[in-house]
Nanobody, 124 residues
Framework: QVQPVESGGGLVQPGGSMSLSCDAS????????MAWFRQAPGKEREFVAA????????FYSDSAKDRFTFTRDNYRNWATLQMNSLQSDDTAVYYC?????????????????WGQGTQVTVSS
C-alpha cells in the first residue's frame, strides 16, 4: 500500500490556521518526493508545496510561500502542512501525492500516488 493518506481539513475562519497531515508509511523507500496539490470547484488542480524526503528541502507556490510550512517526520513517514493566514481563495480539496521518481516537483504529472483528498473550507 503506497497510497498516501491525508488527515486534517475542515472549516476555518478567514485569517485562521489549519494543519494537514499526510501519512506515507506504506512506502519502504525514503527516496521520494511528497507534495500537496489543491483543486477548487471549477478550477484545475494546482501545486501548493512539496518536500524532498531525504533532505527535507521544501518547495512552495507563490501563494503558499510565507504562509504555509511543510515539514516531515523522517522516522514515521509523516509530513505536516501548517497553513496560516488562510483566506477564502484557499478553499479547495487538498491532495497529498508522492513519487519515488525524479522530476519537476511543481507538476502533478511527476507524482504517481495520490491520496483521496481532504476538504479545506475558509469561510466566516
Amino acid at each position: 500500500q503506497v497510497q498516501p493518506v491525508e488527515s486534517g481539513g475542515g472549516l476555518v475562519q478567514p485569517g485562521g490556521s489549519m494543519s494537514l497531515s499526510c501519512d506515507a508509511s506504506g512506502r519502504t523507500s525514503r527516496r521520494y518526493l511528497m507534495a500537496w496539490f489543491r483543486q477548487a470547484p471549477g478550477k484545475e488542480r494546482e501545486f501548493v508545496a512539496a518536500i524532498e524526503w531525504t533532505t527535507g528541502n521544501p518547495f512552495y507556490s507563490d501563494s503558499a510561500k510565507d504562509r504555509f510550512t511543510f515539514t516531515r517526520d523522517n522516522y514515521r513517514n509523516w509530513a505536516t502542512l501548517q497553513m496560516n493566514s488562510l483566506q477564502s481563495d484557499d478553499t479547495a480539496v487538498y491532495y497529498c501525492a508522492t513519487t519515488n521518481r525524479g522530476g519537476n516537483v511543481y507538476l502533478a504529472s511527476t507524482y504517481s500516488d495520490w491520496g483521496q483528498g481532504t476538504q479545506v473550507t475558509v469561510s466566516s
